[in-house]
């Protein structure tokens, strides 16, 4: 089946380090590719997404492309910052379906 | 928009008592979503609704889970009688077209 995978956390940086948080997926078919961010206490919000091979998402700095030849979504930020302090999901969901396939999600700590 | 909105927040409940979580979606989304989040298993849809009609259920625990969505605006999800096992936080999510999900803040139960 489908799923998801990121790399194991937690991830922990000083302010303006450069990001990488890997994720790579398995799936049929040609899913859409999705980063969400949890802050502390609160709902998941979409971060990003990207729906076909080659595309590139972006928000707030943070940027991930779709690679369909490596089957993965990693997501990247040139300079952090302490509020970028969360917990990061990669998922995707696979046209005709609404299910999201999430994986376990990385927690990001940036240090002042 | 107010975003989701679920209720309450918080639940402190004892073994074998009746659970019932709140949803309003955001208005004019179609799609509504059941999440729970624990430690041990992640993020893990329990429901999901179209329209009012429950599409899949796949992912209820056990037939001490129920969801209900009696109009566009408002579902429960309720767990009877609950068990330590189900503390967690549940979340709802919504969205117009099934893909991109808004989530609300949540809701972390305890039961003792």
């Known amino acids: 089946g489908d799923s998801v995978t990121q790399m194991e956390g937690p991830v922990t940086l000083s302010e303006e380090a450069f990001l990488t948080i890997n994720c790579t997926y398995t799936?049929?078919?040609?899913?859409?590719l999705f980063w969400y961010v949890q802050y502390p206490g609160e709902g998941l919000q979409l971060l990003l997404k990207a729906t076909k091979a080659d595309d590139k998402g972006s928000n707030k700095g943070f940027e991930a492309t779709y690679r369909k030849e490596t089957t993965s979504f990693h997501l990247e930020k040139g300079s952090v910052q302490v509020s970028d302090s969360a917990v990061y999901f990669c998922a995707l969901i696979n046209s005709g379906t609404y299910k999201y396939i999430f994986g376990t999600g990385t927690r990001l700590k940036v240090l002042a | 928009d107010a975003g989701v909105i679920q209720s309450p927040r918080h639940e402190v409940t004892e073994m074998g008592q009746e659970v019932t979580l709140r949803c309003k979606p955001i208005?004019?989304?179609?799609?509504l979503f059941w999440y729970r989040q624990t430690m041990m298993r992640g993020l893990e849809l329990l429901i999901y609704?179209?329209?009012?009609?429950?599409?899949?259920d796949s992912g209820m625990p056990e037939d001490r889970f129920s969801a209900k969505m009696p109009n566009a605006s408002f579902s429960t999800l309720k767990i009877q009688p609950s068990e330590p096992r189900d503390s967690a936080v549940y979340f709802c999510a919504s969205s117009s077209g099934g893909e991109t999900q808004y989530f609300g803040p949540g809701t972390r139960l305890l039961v003792l």
């Open positions: 208005s004019g989304h179609d799609y």
């Open positions: 799936a049929t078919g040609y899913p859409s």
């Open positions: 609704f179209n329209n009012n009609v429950p599409i899949d």
